[in-house]
């Protein structure tokens, strides 16, 4: 069926008048001092996300709202209260401090979507220490480098993911001074070498005064993949919260009586931005699945929650799109006023998916972890051109550039034409710096201006359209993935001589992590080897980060410098031309 290329939007759809309705006025009016004015604030200056978050609320009228409702695999339902969750995350604050922990050391937080994670990231922040929330489906080998990297002094984590991923390696971990788990089903835990959470937190004072952080004080680190070396820690600071503040009311439209559902999962900076701090900022109710994705039980959730506004990603979409649309029509959501999408391009047939099942299309958004917030979206008040991933938030300037031999850039002002996306350095979520790796983070500016690494076109009416990556990273299911990362790992098996990994498109996922290998001497190709290799892979980086799919080769194709281009191996594996190959090694 042809569908128009714009879904036009008209003040009389709208249940709830959108925050944003002016697209030039209210970008020409904006100011990051209204947005700060707009949050409480610490004496002298001070800002912790925690305090805006959490306490704010639970000293005012919203202290009985909920703030959480979490649902357990089999359907158990907790709320916790803005009252409950202050009284929790100060007794999580004192406990740790207790322990000896201060301002600027790390936690990591390593569990699956379980209240204990919630309570530890914001108690944390309140303890004024730096939070990194590390997902659950990483294998031991990425828990280890990232929490060597960011030199965890404190990890909280249930007991099972203890012994499978961590206990084997913590020898490799001497900075790793406390280890807090959360039991089974609400079991206590007595592993050598740990602290039990539930005892830690009911010997903890209720009472705890928030770390007066300045605004640029750390607050959470991410990780994030590159196309080459160890993963980077992306540094965010408490000021962040005026960005996740200004988008949960501009790109998300949260209202006070919205039920609000994120999908994301924490261990990726959406779970963390909009799954945790956003919603709180704007004191709605958030529902926290902690099950995996399942078409029936996503829109049981939906329905039965009357969730209001949605924010969840195009890999899921393009799962529940693949269930059928009966399965959607079986569960009507009429308080269901607002979809949003991040992570990955969303096919404009995801974007009608929205209207055919619910009748509110998609709206897509874009930003990355590095930006720390949502920079460009569509809105509930403003025409989709499906496909698209919408137009600057107010206080964001985007711009498409070229770069140059010099280290400058080009500016790209005719619309139509392909270009890096840069954003104007001033928002207040840009990562402060990458842990450790200075001269990376430098070489993401030129001038006053950030260099995304994503290449994009802009319209005649200012809507962006993402075209790629300018380099070799992979999005699969939504989750950045490093070649670098998972090569090294293939690289261990004895058998390996070579590996170089790609993002091959894939019609759910996006894309899938595809390997290539050649074999050291001695090694034949074979089934067998190809099972062990995967599987291999599998148990040190995860199911999430490991390759899908392995192909055997002679030999990978490599630069005279070396390195196997990747770019090749795509091209090649796709059926496209492969471009210029002058650099390419003769063997
Ligand atoms: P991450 O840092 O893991 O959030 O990944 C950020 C990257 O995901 C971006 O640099 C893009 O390459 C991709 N991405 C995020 N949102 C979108 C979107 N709406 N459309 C296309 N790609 C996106």
């Not at 050391?105 to 379980?114: A, C, K, N, P």
């Not at 300018?470 to 001589?497: N, R, T, W």
Request: aromatic share 8%; with cysteine; charged share 25%.
């Amino acid at each position: 069926m042809d569908r128009p290329a714009v879904i036009h939007k008209t003040a009389s759809e709208w249940r709830v008048a959108p925050h944003w309705n002016a697209y030039e006025a209210q970008r020409a009016s904006f100011s990051w001092d209204a947005v700060r004015r707009q949050l409480e604030g610490l004496p002298g200056g001070a800002l912790n996300i925690a305090h805006e978050a959490v306490d704010r609320h639970a000293r005012g009228a919203r202290r009985h709202h909920p703030a959480f409702v979490f649902l357990g695999e089999q359907w158990r339902r907790d709320v916790l209260t803005y009252a409950e969750l202050a009284r929790l995350t100060n007794r999580f604050a004192s406990a740790l401090t207790a322990l000896g922990i201060r301002r600027g050391d790390t936690l990591f937080v390593l569990s699956g979507r379980i209240p204990e994670l919630y309570i530890a990231v914001l108690g944390g922040l309140k303890a004024g220490v730096v939070v990194s929330p590390l997902f659950s489906a990483f294998g031991p080998e990425p828990v280890a480098t990232r929490l060597t990297l960011g030199a965890g002094r404190v990890l909280v984590t249930t007991e099972s993911l203890y012994r499978r991923k961590v206990e084997g390696l913590r020898s490799r971990l001497p900075q790793l001074e406390q280890v807090l788990l959360v039991g089974e089903n609400g079991a206590e835990t007595s592993v050598s070498g740990t602290l039990d959470f539930g005892r830690f937190l009911a010997s903890a004072s209720d009472v705890f005064d928030t770390v007066p952080t300045r605004p640029e004080d750390p607050s959470l680190l991410h990780f994030t993949s590159g196309t080459t070396g160890t993963p980077k820690g992306a540094q965010h600071v408490h000021e962040a919260a005026l960005m996740h503040w200004m988008t949960g009311k501009y790109a998300l439209d949260l209202h006070p009586a919205d039920i609000y559902w994120c999908t994301a999962d924490p261990g990726w900076v959406t779970g963390t931005s909009y799954g945790i701090i956003a919603p709180l900022l704007h004191g709605v109710t958030s529902v926290i699945d902690e099950a995996e994705f399942d078409a029936e039980r996503w829109y049981r959730i939906l329905q039965e929650e009357g969730v209001s506004v949605w924010y969840t990603a195009p890999t899921a979409i393009r799962m529940l799109m693949k269930a059928g649309l009966e399965l959607a029509r079986a569960r009507p959501c009429p308080q269901l006023r607002f979809i949003a999408s991040v992570g990955e391009p969303l096919n404009p047939e995801a974007v009608w998916w929205g209207l055919d099942a619910f009748g509110l299309p998609v709206h897509d958004n874009w930003w990355q972890t590095e930006t720390g917030g949502i920079m460009i979206a569509n809105a509930p008040a403003f025409d989709i051109k499906p496909g698209s991933m919408g137009r600057p938030l107010p206080g964001v300037e985007a711009a498409l550039v070229r770069r140059q031999q010099d280290g400058g850039v080009s500016f790209i002002k005719e619309p139509g034409h392909e270009g890096e996306l840069a954003l104007k350095k001033g928002w207040p979520s840009m990562m402060r710096g990458y842990l450790g790796e200075a001269a990376r983070y430098r070489n993401c500016f030129s001038g006053e201006w950030y260099l995304t690494g994503d290449l994009a076109k802009r319209d005649e009416d200012g809507y962006y359209w993402f075209v790629g990556r300018s380099d070799d990273v992979i999005k699969s299911a939504g989750h950045l993935i490093g070649p670098f990362e998972v090569e090294s790992a293939l690289m261990e098996h004895p058998a390996v001589a070579e590996a170089g990994v790609i993002g091959k498109p894939h019609e759910t996922l996006g894309e899938l992590v595809k390997a290539f290998v050649s074999l050291r001497h001695g090694f034949e190709a074979s089934e067998a080897l190809r099972r062990d290799i995967l599987g291999h892979a599998r148990k040190r980086l995860g199911a999430a980060v490991a390759p899908k799919e392995l192909d055997f080769l002679d030999s990978l194709p490599k630069t005279r410098s070396g390195k196997i281009m990747r770019r090749l191996l795509k091209a090649r594996e796709l059926g496209l031309p492969e471009g210029d190959t002058s650099a390419l090694e003769q063997t």
